[in-house]
């Protein structure tokens, strides 16, 4: 497995928020957030990703856990 840092990880997602692969970012982020779960970039990523699929309690679960991060 490459190691890479979680900054250049997370530059890569926002790729794929690009691409609108969205069912991978939602996969990514949320593997980040078990390591880091005060990670507020990658509650970002998922609440888009959450967004676009029209997962909406979903997303509003998560940008509400957004504002909680400290």
């Excluded at 593997?31 to 676009?52: D, H």
Aim: hydrophobic share 40%; proline share 1%; aromatic share 12%.
């Amino acid at each position: 497995m490459t190691e890479m840092s979680l900054s250049v990880y997370q530059k890569q997602i926002d790729d794929l928020l690009q691409n609108d692969k969205f069912d991978e970012v939602i996969t990514h982020c949320r593997y980040i957030l078990k390591a880091y779960p005060k990670n507020v970039r990658a509650y970002r990523q998922l609440g888009q990703a959450l967004f676009a699929t029209a997962q909406w309690d979903e997303a509003a679960e998560v940008f509400q856990q957004l504002l909680g991060v400290s």
